[in-house]
């Protein structure tokens, strides 16, 4: 809140369609400054290696044929740190955890598609012999047998393509019964049951044939009962425990992706093949615009992540090679302090390594303001004027805050439109006890003071001179807390004060021996000591000007009662006879 935030430049690649959602984010997070590119100038230096774009599209070959086991990818797992990184950073590693992740993963689905090929066999079974007539067949007939000259086939169609295969290739040898079906099916599009023996050496023309058509050929397990209804119990038997395997194969592999996270490497593929093909068109600008601009160094985080949540396409670079002159700053305060920054503006905005005094001017003149003229009406007409009077003159809010103290300091006086016999006094009326009035301001003084020399400290740090404030300040700090010591104990402070003396004129001895050997001492020493006399008697001043904030509070209130006076006694009478004296 202090230190203002230093703002870094950054160039961000987006496409036309998304400008306006880049931009409302980029509003939204105080971008100073915004300029569109020229067609042939990029921050990027653009990728002259195009084996960069092959290696990625040959990750996504090897992946191609197994597309369907594969997780959605996601960003989640992917910290911000990894999402930023170059292609040929990020390449060699995704190409070793997609190989890892395929060695692992190829077995599980190889079995995967076996046991998928089994399932869908087997509800295809299942629903065979639910359709076939009971009593009619011997199941154990139509179970697999190469050693038979004509084997058995059964296939689950349609009644078209029955039908078109009878019309193209002749009558099948079987018989064809109808399969449970909804009231809503059309005519022609019935399921049917075919079932039916052929040349063994014509099944496999027969099983192309059925598949053209789409239809399903079922490959009948050896070892069915004879009985339909056993039979279709077994073969229920057989798909629930054929479901269990498929199950538990698909949970091994969704474990394998997690441990793995290939969703988020599935991500970073998708997202840098993205970025090298968009490079690639860049520089045309028909399809792609730059924008630049200075955004605060803390909020460049929030910007990456805004433009991920709002599924904005982008590429973001914030070192770019190209000199934007010395960034900029933002002051950094929470809204209720950001109006008092116009104080701070009028003597120039702070460089990053400066201290921001707006949260100290949010609170001191305020309670300034409000200790010199402290009236529960007149805060209170302050705060409704500021408040509406904003919308025109934006400054003028800054009477809202004076007010608020104004109608705080009114109840401690007791005074309401300048009279004090209305309101009770929660502290005192400035008029009843002056020298308090005048010295509490100086201890509000010398606190305001400290404070400045604690932030100065901390200036020192920020910049590197902390040795030096700990030799020259520090001992010039503790001298100015010799102060209210001296309030106790005059031996105490005295003491303080020489152990400063001794202190800040050893320290800057030393640097004076340093550069210039003995001869450089005694001159740095009574340098200082002038600079000393100097700052000491500006300190006690200051301190003591304070004092002025009472002769104000003193002058309001002296005011408030030569303005109220006169109608408080408009009530009395004059006398009905006047004594006139005279001679004799």
């Keep these: 809140m202090f230190r203002p935030v230093e703002m870094i430049w950054v160039d961000l690649l987006v496409d036309r369609s998304s400008v306006t959602a880049a931009l409302d984010i980029l509003g939204r997070l105080r971008v100073i400054e915004l300029r569109q590119y020229d067609r042939t100038q990029t921050p990027f230096e653009v990728a002259s290696e195009s084996d960069l774009l092959e290696r990625l599209v040959a990750i996504e070959q090897k992946l191609e044929s197994i597309a369907q086991w594969l997780p959605k990818a996601d960003m989640t797992p992917i910290d911000m740190e990894r999402r930023n990184q170059s292609t040929e950073l990020v390449l060699p590693e995704l190409e070793r955890r997609c190989h890892d992740w395929l060695q692992q993963a190829k077995p599980i689905i190889n079995q995967l598609r076996k046991a998928g090929t089994r399932l869908e066999e087997l509800e295809v079974l299942v629903v065979c012999l639910e359709s076939l007539p009971p009593q009619e067949f011997d199941i154990a007939l139509l179970s697999h047998d190469p050693s038979r000259a004509f084997p058995p086939f059964v296939a689950l169609g349609t009644a078209d393509d029955v039908d078109v295969l009878d019309a193209r290739h002749g009558q099948i040898i079987g018989r064809a019964y109808p399969v449970k079906h909804g009231d809503d099916e059309k005519p022609?599009?019935?399921?049917?049951?075919?079932?039916?023996?052929?040349?063994?050496?014509?099944?496999?023309?027969?099983?192309?044939?059925?598949?053209?058509?789409?239809?399903?050929?079922?490959?009948?397990?050896?070892?069915?009962?004879?009985?339909?209804?056993?039979?279709?119990?077994?073969?229920?038997?057989?798909?629930?425990?054929?479901?269990?395997?498929?199950?538990?194969?698909?949970?091994?592999?969704?474990?394998?992706?997690?441990?793995?996270?290939?969703?988020?490497?599935?991500?970073?593929?998708?997202?840098?093949?993205?970025?090298?093909?968009?490079?690639?068109?860049?520089?045309?600008?028909?399809?792609?615009?730059?924008?630049?601009?200075?955004?605060?160094?803390?909020?460049?985080?929030?910007?990456?992540?805004?433009?991920?949540?709002?599924?904005?396409?982008?590429?973001?670079?914030?070192?770019?090679?190209?000199?934007?002159?010395?960034?900029?700053?933002?002051?950094?305060?929470?809204?209720?302090?950001?109006?008092?920054?116009?104080?701070?503006?009028?003597?120039?905005?702070?460089?990053?390594?400066?201290?921001?005094?707006?949260?100290?001017?949010?609170?001191?003149?305020?309670?300034?303001?409000?200790?010199?003229?402290?009236?529960?009406?007149?805060?209170?007409?302050?705060?409704?004027?500021?408040?509406?009077?904003?919308?025109?003159?934006?400054?003028?809010?800054?009477?809202?805050?004076?007010?608020?103290?104004?109608?705080?300091?009114?109840?401690?006086?007791?005074?309401?439109?300048?009279?004090?016999?209305?309101?009770?006094?929660?502290?005192?009326?400035?008029?009843?006890?002056p020298l308090w009035v005048l010295g509490i301001p100086i201890v509000f003084g010398f606190i305001a003071i400290f404070a400045s020399m604690l932030l100065y400290a901390l200036q020192a740090l920020w910049r590197g001179r902390l040795r030096r404030w700990w030799a020259v300040e520090a001992p010039i700090v503790i001298m100015y807390l010799a102060l209210p010591l001296g309030w106790f104990s005059i031996t105490a402070a005295l003491l303080v004060v020489f152990a400063s003396l001794v202190w800040l004129f050893t320290a800057v001895g030393m640097r004076g021996y340093h550069k210039q050997g003995f001869a450089g001492v005694l001159p740095a020493v009574f340098k200082e000591l002038a600079e000393l006399l100097e700052i000491v008697f500006q300190l006690l001043i200051n301190t003591l000007s304070f004092a002025r904030l009472g002769a104000f509070a003193l002058a309001h209130a002296g005011l408030s009662v030569a303005v109220i006076a006169p109608v408080s006694y408009t009530h009395l009478t004059l006398p009905t006879k006047v004594l006139v004296c005279g001679s004799r």
Excluded: C
């Design 188 to 433: 022609g599009k019935e399921r049917v049951l075919v079932v039916g023996v052929t040349d063994a050496d014509a099944l496999g023309e027969l099983e192309r044939r059925f598949h053209s058509r789409g239809m399903r050929f079922v490959s009948v397990p050896a070892g069915l009962k004879a009985s339909s209804a056993e039979a279709l119990e077994q073969a229920r038997n057989m798909l629930t425990e054929q479901a269990s395997i498929h199950e538990k194969l698909v949970a091994e592999l969704e474990e394998l992706n997690r441990r793995t996270g290939l969703a988020g490497d599935l991500w970073l593929l998708n997202r840098h093949r993205w970025v090298n093909e968009t490079l690639a068109d860049s520089l045309t600008g028909k399809r792609f615009v730059w924008l630049g601009g200075w955004v605060p160094e803390t909020r460049y985080d929030e910007l990456v992540t805004s433009l991920q949540s709002d599924n904005v396409p982008f590429l973001i670079n914030r070192e770019t090679a190209q000199q934007h002159g010395l960034p900029p700053v933002q002051l950094d305060n929470p809204r209720w302090i950001q109006r008092f920054e116009t104080f701070v503006r009028g003597f120039g905005v702070p460089a990053a390594d400066e201290v921001d005094p707006s949260p100290l001017l949010a609170i001191m003149p305020p309670l300034m303001f409000g200790y010199m003229f402290g009236d529960v009406g007149q805060g209170a007409v302050l705060i409704i004027i500021g408040y509406f009077a904003r919308r025109w003159v934006p400054v003028l809010e800054l009477l809202i805050a004076g007010g608020i103290s104004s109608v705080a300091f009114g109840f401690l006086y007791g005074s309401l439109f300048a009279n004090e016999h209305i309101l009770p006094a929660l502290w005192l009326r400035p008029i009843e006890e």
